[in-house]
């Protein structure tokens, strides 16, 4: 399976590797084809994920992080994923899904 990793872009400029988008590339790595892509560092926002990522790199999986202040950009990302191929599989983890839910976003 083709599986795309994703950082997304948010307010911050600071562009770090995310350990944990890595220990999860490194634990599937054996069986399937990954890719970590880093949308800060790439400068991708939701707008332009489909034409610059999903277009050439037709993931049947994507996965991505999320922090509390992602969260309205992953809803993004989501929709327009969705929008352009309904059977792509969509997984969110990280940092905010271990919170409670914040009012607002
Ligand atoms: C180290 C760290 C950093 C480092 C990152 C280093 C790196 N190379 O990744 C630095 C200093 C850069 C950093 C910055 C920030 N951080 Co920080 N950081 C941490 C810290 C201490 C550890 C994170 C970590 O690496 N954990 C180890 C890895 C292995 O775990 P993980 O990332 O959670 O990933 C695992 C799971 O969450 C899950 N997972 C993660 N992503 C995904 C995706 C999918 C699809 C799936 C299935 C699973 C999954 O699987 C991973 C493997 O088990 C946490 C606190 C904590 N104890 O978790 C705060 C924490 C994540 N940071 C936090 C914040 C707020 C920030 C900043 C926004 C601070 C700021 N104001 O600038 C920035 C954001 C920077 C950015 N560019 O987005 C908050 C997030 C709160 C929230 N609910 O959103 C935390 C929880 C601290 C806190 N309690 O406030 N941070």
Redesign the pocket.
Known sequence: MKVL????N???????????????AE?IRARHEVVILDC?KEDISPAQFVQRVLKDGRPDL??????????GNVRKLLKVIKEWNPGIIT?????????RP?AGF
């Open positions: 990793l994703v950082k997304p948010n307010l911050s400029d600071h562009i770090q590797p995310s350990l944990g988008l890595g220990y999860l634990g800060i994507v996965g991505i992080q999320c922090y509390t202040f992602d969260l997984v969110v983890g990280g940092a905010h899904i271990f919170q914040v």
